[in-house]
């Protein structure tokens, strides 16, 4: 017979291992109930996305918050732009070198297509 108060022994319904859940005892119903907390999943990081607390499988990421072809940038809490690939040295110096001939005549940059009055 129950007095309404708290009673040694064990607990009607024991934590489980998921950090995410809180279990209490509904009396009404006389059965364990398990609450989800998705505030005790949040990390503080952006680019995982809001994370959700799940039953048995405890907190999970949410969706990439960037839509692509925008990258993440943790740092900043934004979408942003992909960065341009850096140009390299040898990428470099063939632009010189292929600048360097247009200049000085070697390479004729020529349109395609007809000649006027041609065929």
């Known amino acids: 017979m129950s007095t309404g108060q708290c009673q040694a022994g064990a607990l009607p319904c ?3 291992a998921v950090v995410c ?7 009404a119903v006389d059965a364990c109930q ?8 949040q ?8 994370e959700s607390c799940h039953p048995t ?10 839509v692509p072809p925008l990258n993440c940038n943790e740092g900043f809490d934004l979408c ?3 960065a341009a690939p850096a140009l390299t040295l040898r990428g470099l110096v063939g632009l ?5 001939a247009v200049q000085t005549g070697i390479i004729v940059l020529r349109r395609r297509g007809r000649v006027a009055g041609g065929l």
């Open 80 to 82: 942003e732009a992909a």
């Open 14 to 16: 024991p934590p489980d």
């Open 57 to 66: 499988l405890d907190c999970q990421d949410g969706p990439d918050p960037c």
């Open 21 to 27: 859940t809180t279990e209490s005892c509904n009396e």
């Open 96 to 100: 010189f070198l292929l600048l360097f």
């Open 43 to 50: 990390n503080g990081l952006f680019c995982d996305g809001i």
């Open 34 to 41: 398990q609450t989800l907390d998705d505030a005790a999943c």
